[in-house]
Nanobody
Framework: QVQLEESGGGLVQAGASLRLSCAAS????????MGWFRQAPGKEREFVAA????????YYADSVKGRFTISRDNAKNTIYLQMNSLKPEDTAVYYC?????????????????????WGQGTQVTVSS
């Protein structure tokens, strides 16, 4: 099990930017595909973005493509989600997740069941 801790959430106005971080507790993180998901009140958790262990494959949900950027710094055991041009519909709890069961995957996936380690989440609220 790898422990994940998100940070960087907050309350911002529409059009603003935020950068989320997710720190992992183990160096084995470097072998894992990592993802960001979000869950708005009354809605199911949904995929946002994913990145493979090397950064060679990145995948975004259509709703955030062109506005959000996922990246990772394996030396710091951390992934990031840069969120620009935020909209009220981006309001949600954001979770990072790790796929530790299939290390060194060549492609990033966007299905919740592919990820077996989850953080506690960080709240992002975008006001109109």
């Amino acid at each position: 099990q790898v422990q994940l801790e998100e940070s960087g959430g907050g309350l911002v106005q529409a059009g603003a930017s935020l950068r989320l971080s997710c720190a992992a507790s183990q160096r084995t993180f470097r072998r894992y595909t990592m993802g960001w998901f979000r869950q708005a009140p009354g809605k199911e958790r949904e995929f946002v973005a994913a990145i493979t262990w090397s950064g060679g494959s990145i995948y975004y949900a259509d709703s955030v493509k062109g506005r959000f950027t996922i990246s990772r710094d394996n030396a710091k055991n951390t992934i990031y989600l840069q969120m620009n041009s935020l909209k009220p519909e981006d309001t949600a709890v954001y979770y990072c997740a790790a796929d530790s069961l299939r290390p060194l995957r060549p492609l990033a996936g966007g299905t919740i069941s592919e990820y077996d380690n989850w953080g506690q989440g960080t709240q992002v609220t975008v006001s109109s």
